[in-house]
């Protein structure tokens, strides 16, 4: 079973940077992908940006350009670099495991999850 430990959140004005990071433990895929979700007071769960075993990226389209998701040289360490942050990106934001190749965005193809780290961004 994955443990997954996310930190890094606080609150940011905007325009500023702030950089999550996750940890797993415990067993681990040879082939997985790890994620970036976020789920806003009121709103559904939505993949922010997700990373496969083999390095292979995807981004939902509204932090194209800002956000960038990638590994720690031990592979179970994932970070997401936010840059440019903006009031809409506030949310708790969650790192999860899935089996496989192919890095996919729709959360509820992960089984397993972190407990979030809060990002706030005021304007």
């Known amino acids: 079973q994955v443990r997954l430990v996310e930190s890094g959140g606080g609150s940011m004005e905007v325009g500023g940077s702030l950089r999550l990071s996750c940890v797993a433990s415990g067993y681990f895929e040879t082939r997985y992908c790890m994620g970036w979700f976020r789920q806003a007071p009121g709103k559904e769960r939505e993949g922010v940006a997700t990373i496969d075993s083999y390095g292979q990226t995807t981004y939902t389209d509204s932090v194209k350009g800002r956000f960038t998701i990638s590994q720690g040289r031990a592979k179970n360490t994932v970070y997401l670099q936010m840059n440019s942050l903006k009031p809409e990106d506030t949310a708790m934001y969650y790192c999860?495991?899935?089996?496989?190749?192919?890095?996919?965005?729709?959360?509820?193809?992960?089984?397993?999850w972190g407990q979030g780290t809060q990002v706030t961004v005021s304007s």
């Open positions: 999860a495991t899935a089996r496989g190749l192919g890095p996919r965005l729709r959360p509820s193809d992960y089984n397993a």
